[in-house]
């Protein structure tokens, strides 16, 4: 079955830098997730599109945005890069459709693993 | 706001032996709550799901999970460790009153002795 694709896997920049994050979530799914997750830690909710709006946006820096696509890819972009936005980045995807067994099911990708130096 | 509690950021356990993995919550609202699993260097693999069917839910790999809302418990378990289960395992509840984002626990390193 397919997945949720998250491109590139690895990504090293330098400070000041900007990076760009792709999501690709699983066919038919119109909820796509951002979640950051740094060394040792728990993933951390950053910002969420339900069909292609904002739906709603956690501890997300103002240095970061992020925007769904017609065709329901995102991107995180993320720029002035610090030391410590060095994380994995995770993408998740879902299908909100209520009264359905997989409702509220996130599916999540590999990750970005981002390195600022 | 929904929360989860995970007791013991590392169990370490026999090949063989069984694993429980605790797991507490907060929420206002009946809970939808999941455990997933993450290998190091890898993404994060759902496990299993309450989504207030079943109390008693079955996952992958063998392990299930026990919704007791009069304890705010969730705990995963597995009758019988293997060494490849050895892996993060993090509990999370899903916020429906925020497009159902993800809360997820500390996290609990799991290792399974040979």
């Known amino acids: 079955a397919a997945g949720v694709i998250q491109s590139p896997r690895h990504l090293i920049k330098e400070k000041r830098e900007t990076a760009t994050l792709k999501c690709y979530p699983i066919?038919?799914?119109?909820?796509v997730y951002w979640y950051q997750q740094g060394p040792g830690q728990d993933p951390q909710f950053l910002i969420s599109?339900?069909?292609?709006?904002?739906?709603d946006k956690g501890s997300i820096p103002d240095r970061f945005s992020a925007q769904q696509f017609s065709d329901y890819h995102s991107e995180l972009n993320m720029s002035s890069l610090e030391l410590g936005d060095s994380a994995l980045y995770f993408c998740a995807s879902s299908l909100l459709v209520l009264g359905t067994s997989d409702t509220d099911t996130q599916y999540f990708g590999p990750g970005t693993r981002l390195t600022v130096l | 706001a929904q929360s989860v509690t995970q007791l013991g950021s590392h169990v370490s356990v026999s090949e063989g032996a069984l694993v429980l993995l605790r797991c507490n919550y907060s929420?206002?609202?009946?809970?939808?709550l999941f455990w997933y699993v993450q290998y190091p260097n890898q993404g994060l693999q759902l496990l299993l799901k309450?989504?207030?069917?079943?109390?008693l839910v079955k996952g992958i790999n063998g392990f299930e999970a026990e919704f007791k809302k009069s304890e705010t418990s969730f705990h995963l378990t597995k009758p019988s460790a293997h060494m490849s289960d050895a892996a993060e395992y993090f509990c999370a509840v899903s916020d429906r009153g925020s497009n159902y984002k993800l809360t997820f626990g500390k996290g609990t390193l799991l290792t399974v002795n040979p």
């Open positions: 309450y989504t207030s069917a079943a109390t």
């Open positions: 066919p038919r799914h119109d909820t």
């Open positions: 929420s206002s609202v009946p809970p939808y």
């Open positions: 599109f339900y069909e292609k709006m904002q739906s």
